[in-house]
């Protein structure tokens, strides 16, 4: 490691070589989860369940290494079972969107909470948006319009897809409000732990409603475990590793990663073929997801 990269910049930040590529790392495994999501044969809200319930034990070790001396406060734990509640309902509408539109559609949908939370910021410090701001959401409106407009030209169903995982990122920027301030006081794995502790039972509930397979079948549980292990395991424990070392900028730039990945999965295993048009809507949308993050604290990345 050379000298540069250890010592922190003028605004606080300290990356090295390794944190880099923890974050990268992290993003390439939670770009993995729409795919591994279509390969496990529970239903897309059961596969969400086991997504947060069969990690519970590995968290709570974390959370434990990591906590924090003194009482739990009750107010922030109060805030962690409602981001739970959004986060449920997130993961629902993503896991069954993913099922119906393309991997790289569901992965840019999915992740607008970023973008949904600049313009909730807007509207809240009632002002116009700046320069950059205004150029964020017509980007993202021009990306997302283009990607719905072909999705429409595909099949109904894909655009019902889509529609569900836009669904998704509204309610994981409602998630992602309640569970930044707990974060601060309580630890990202203890909010963690409470948030899959409460959202799973949601799920659950949700898919037996629903008539959904629950337990895997010829598939078997190595899709389910795999999505576990990758996306609350590893993908956020490399992010946890190495979000606070870089400025939002480059968080919202190695986001971009995800989509990418996910393009490429969908291409090699569902013959997702992306046209030209396509990758302009999806440059939009993540020029937009950039912008979004750059002048605040990086929320947290699925």
Not at 4 to 22: L, V, Y
Not at 251 to 278: N, R
Request: charged share 10%.
């Amino acid at each position: 490691m050379d000298e540069t990269s250890s010592r922190p910049d003028k605004n606080g930040f300290q990356a090295s070589a390794w944190h880099f590529a923890a974050l990268l790392a992290g993003n390439a495994a939670l770009a993995l989860g729409p795919w591994l999501v279509r390969l496990s044969d529970t239903g897309p809200v059961s596969a969400g369940f086991w997504r947060l319930i069969l990690p519970v034990p590995i968290l709570a070790f974390l959370a434990w290494r990591s906590r924090s001396p003194g009482p739990l406060d009750k107010k922030l734990t109060v805030l962690c079972l409602i981001a739970g509640g959004f986060f449920a309902v997130d993961l629902a509408s993503w896991h069954i969107g993913i099922e119906r539109t393309r991997l790289a559609n569901a992965t840019l949908f999915g992740n607008a909470g970023s973008i949904i939370l600049m313009v909730w910021g807007l509207i809240a410090a009632r002002r116009a948006p700046s320069g950059r701001e205004g150029v964020g959401v017509i980007a993202a409106i021009a990306g997302a319009g283009i990607l719905l407009g072909r999705s429409m030209e595909i099949s109904a169903t894909t655009f019902i897809g889509d529609l569900f995982c836009l669904a998704a990122g509204i309610f994981y920027a409602f998630y992602l409000l309640p569970a930044q301030r707990a974060r601060a006081a309580l630890g990202s794995w203890f909010v963690l732990l409470l948030v899959s502790l409460t959202a799973a039972p949601i799920l659950l509930g949700m898919a037996i409603a629903a008539g959904e397979p629950v337990l895997p079948g010829a598939a078997g549980w190595t899709p389910i475990l795999v999505l576990a292990l990758s996306s609350q395991v590893i993908g956020q424990g490399l992010l946890v590793f190495s979000l606070r070392n870089f400025p939002p900028l480059v968080i919202g730039m190695a986001l971009l990663t995800q989509p990418a990945i996910a393009a490429t999965v969908g291409w090699l295993a569902f013959g997702e073929l992306l046209e030209p048009v396509d990758i302009f809507g999806m440059v939009l949308v993540g020029a937009a997801l950039v912008l979004a993050r750059a002048p605040g604290k990086a929320g947290r990345v699925r």
